[in-house]
């Protein structure tokens, strides 16, 4: 890993976009509600541009959204680094015997629970054995992706238990 000196004191977090500005790029600003935050330009403006009691944002384009107050944001629970490692492992795991290439979305057709949790249970002592400093079957990226694999597949069993059949797919 790459070391740099960079002063992180001249450096502030955006309180709304989350991004990091410059010493010359940030603003410490008190709003309508009282809260003190720190903005970046573009959120500065954007907050100028918002109007008392308007849930709505303008850009200065002349676009109008509204806010994205209580909506999830899987872009910011995501990782496109962890999101890339994962599907290289799915990619590896697709070819079955007699070098046949299964579908992507193959694994959706279900497993039953026992034998996600099985594997999950190999796949995190792989990773517990990592952890600790001990050599696992196929190292600590197959042993994160297995488990994650099949946390998904299991969580995917019970969100279709839950919608009882009327969101899922036939």
């Given at each position: 890993m790459?070391?740099?000196?960079?002063?992180?004191?001249?450096?502030?977090?955006?309180d709304h976009c989350q991004e990091t500005t410059d010493a010359t790029t940030y603003h410490d600003v008190q709003l309508a509600n009282g809260e003190?935050?720190?903005?970046c330009n573009a959120c500065l403006h954007e907050e100028a541009e918002r109007q008392p009691g308007d849930d709505l944002r303008r850009f200065e384009t002349g676009a109008i959204r509204d806010t994205e107050q209580g909506k999830i944001d899987p872009e910011g629970f995501l990782h496109?680094?962890?999101?890339?490692?994962?599907s290289e492992y799915m990619?590896?795991?697709?070819?079955l015997p007699g070098g046949t290439l299964?579908?992507?979305?193959?694994?959706?057709?279900?497993?039953?629970?026992?034998?996600?949790?099985?594997?999950?249970?190999?796949h995190f002592l792989d990773l517990w054995m990592e952890h600790r400093g001990f050599q696992s079957r196929e190292?600590?990226?197959?042993?994160?992706?297995?488990?994650?694999?099949?946390?998904q597949a299991y969580w995917l069993?019970?969100?279709?238990?839950?919608?009882?059949?009327s969101c899922v797919k036939k």
């Amino acid at each position: 890993m790459k070391k740099t000196n960079l002063d992180v004191t001249n450096y502030h977090l955006c309180d709304h976009c989350q991004e990091t500005t410059d010493a010359t790029t940030y603003h410490d600003v008190q709003l309508a509600n009282g809260e003190r935050v720190t903005l970046c330009n573009a959120c500065l403006h954007e907050e100028a541009e918002r109007q008392p009691g308007d849930d709505l944002r303008r850009f200065e384009t002349g676009a109008i959204r509204d806010t994205e107050q209580g909506k999830i944001d899987p872009e910011g629970f995501l990782h496109p680094l962890v999101i890339k490692a994962f599907s290289e492992y799915m990619h590896k795991h697709r070819t079955l015997p007699g070098g046949t290439l299964r579908d992507s979305d193959n694994w959706q057709k279900g497993f039953p629970r026992d034998v996600l949790m099985k594997s999950a249970w190999r796949h995190f002592l792989d990773l517990w054995m990592e952890h600790r400093g001990f050599q696992s079957r196929e190292g600590i990226d197959d042993a994160l992706a297995g488990l994650m694999f099949n946390i998904q597949a299991y969580w995917l069993e019970v969100v279709k238990e839950r919608l009882n059949g009327s969101c899922v797919k036939k």
